[in-house]
């Protein structure tokens, strides 16, 4: 895009998509989840959007319909990437999966902890055979690293 001489780069459209229960970090199994709030890691990711001139639209929902509801007006809205922490969901979810596929947008699905190191029913992901990468286990970190990964896949 030009505007008078110069050339305008469209920012690229980020959806954070953080699925059940995340809204309660900072508060259960600290252990596993850490001492960071949701609204601190969404301060972060922020803070890195803006170094890497992406604008982010986030969300959070313990409903997995409004998830999906939220995924596929993702296309709508010309996002360009999706980073998603599906949480429980991950496990169960043939909707949320369908609906990262139906939008064929790049996603990157990423994890607080490492499902792989917890309970048998966590080590199967739904939804990362439609993501381009899967990070997990580096705790709010997974966060930031997905961003990167994804702004530089779409």
Same mark, same amino acid.
């Given at each position: 895009?030009?505007?008078?001489?110069?050339?305008?780069?469209?920012?690229?459209?980020?959806?954070?998509?953080?699925?059940?229960?995340?809204?309660?970090?900072?508060?259960?199994?600290?252990?596993?989840?850490?001492?960071? +709030?949701?609204?601190?890691?969404?301060?972060?990711?922020?803070? =890195? %959007?803006? $170094? &890497?001139? @992406?604008?982010?639209?986030?969300?959070?929902?313990?409903?997995?319909?409004?998830?999906?509801?939220?995924?596929?007006?993702?296309?709508?809205?010309?996002?360009?990437?999706?980073?998603?922490?599906?949480?429980?969901? +991950?496990?169960?979810?043939?909707?949320?999966?369908?609906?990262? =596929? %139906?939008? $064929? &947008?790049? @996603?990157?699905?990423?994890?607080?902890?490492?499902?792989?190191?917890?309970?048998?029913?966590?080590?199967?992901?739904?939804?990362?055979?439609?993501?381009?990468?899967?990070?997990?286990?580096?705790?709010?970190?997974?966060?930031?690293?997905?961003?990167?990964?994804?702004?530089?896949?779409?």
């Amino acid at each position: 895009m030009q505007k008078k001489g110069k050339t305008v780069t469209k920012r690229k459209k980020i959806l954070i998509l953080h699925g059940p229960n995340l809204n309660m970090l900072g508060k259960r199994e600290k252990t596993v989840y850490g001492k960071t +709030t949701l609204e601190k890691i969404n301060n972060e990711l922020k803070i =890195l %959007a803006k $170094k &890497l001139n @992406v604008e982010l639209k986030i969300n959070q929902s313990n409903i997995e319909g409004e998830l999906v509801n939220i995924i596929q007006k993702a296309s709508k809205d010309r996002t360009n990437g999706i980073l998603i922490n599906p949480a429980a969901y +991950t496990h169960t979810s043939v909707a949320i999966r369908d609906a990262l =596929l %139906a939008v $064929k &947008l790049p @996603v990157v699905e990423i994890h607080l902890s490492n499902i792989y190191k917890r309970e048998e029913f966590r080590h199967k992901s739904l939804t990362a055979s439609v993501a381009i990468g899967q990070i997990t286990g580096f705790g709010k970190d997974s966060y930031l690293l997905g961003l990167e990964a994804l702004v530089k896949n779409c």
